[in-house]
């Protein structure tokens, strides 16, 4: 007799949760021109990840299985170079939201790191569901991927413009006519 109970309450939870991940990828400029019945697969196969502050999310030089997406809190984006971890990018909720696009078309390794900076809640799609929406829904392939290698050109320019705004004056080199120029006191090349 509890059982009833508990399954009417475990698909009224499914079902808020699916109600839940279909609002969060609606808001999202990547889903944007995503039909319904397209985005409620999505939703569907994501999954919910929670994290608390200071918990690493992916490391580096692992395998690369999925996307996030940030619902909530806050993640640190890190790159490892000569044995140091070096920040490259702040993701947030209310900001730049994503990571790992990358991994739904190919196999590889992360070539960085991501921490949980806050408590976080992430939403997760990997190249398994992301492959079975796209068999269901062939059509949509070539704008997906065309939408996938735009998000990682804005995530590497969102990283080029944060690096050079902490570059030390030193390390600037400025370009002149397809010469590069160096920095004041520095060589050129």
Not at 35 to 60: C, D, F, M
Not at 82 to 105: I, V
Not at 121 to 133: D, G, N, Q
């Amino acid at each position: 007799m509890n059982s009833s109970t508990n399954s009417e309450l475990q698909g009224n939870n499914d079902r808020s949760s699916l109600d839940r991940k279909m609002a969060f990828l609606q808001r999202l400029p990547f889903f944007r021109d995503t039909t319904l019945e397209t985005l409620r697969l999505y939703a569907y196969l994501a999954g919910i990840e929670k994290y608390p502050a200071n918990e690493p999310l992916i490391v580096q030089g692992e395998p690369a299985d999925r996307m996030f997406l940030v619902m909530s809190g806050k993640v640190g984006i890190c790159g490892d170079h000569h044995g140091r971890q070096f920040h490259l990018q702040l993701l947030s909720a209310d900001g730049f939201n994503y990571f790992g696009e990358l991994a739904l078309l190919a196999d590889f390794d992360w070539f960085f790191s991501a921490t949980a900076l806050t408590e976080v809640t992430l939403l997760s799609i990997t190249r398994e569901a992301f492959h079975k929406v796209m068999e269901k829904y062939p059509e949509q392939l070539p704008k997906t991927v065309s939408r996938i290698v735009k998000l990682q050109i804005e995530r590497f320019v969102d990283q080029t413009h944060y690096l050079l705004d902490h570059l030390k004056e030193e390390a600037w080199k400025e370009c002149d006519s397809g010469k590069v120029q160096p920095a004041p006191g520095g060589e050129g090349t």
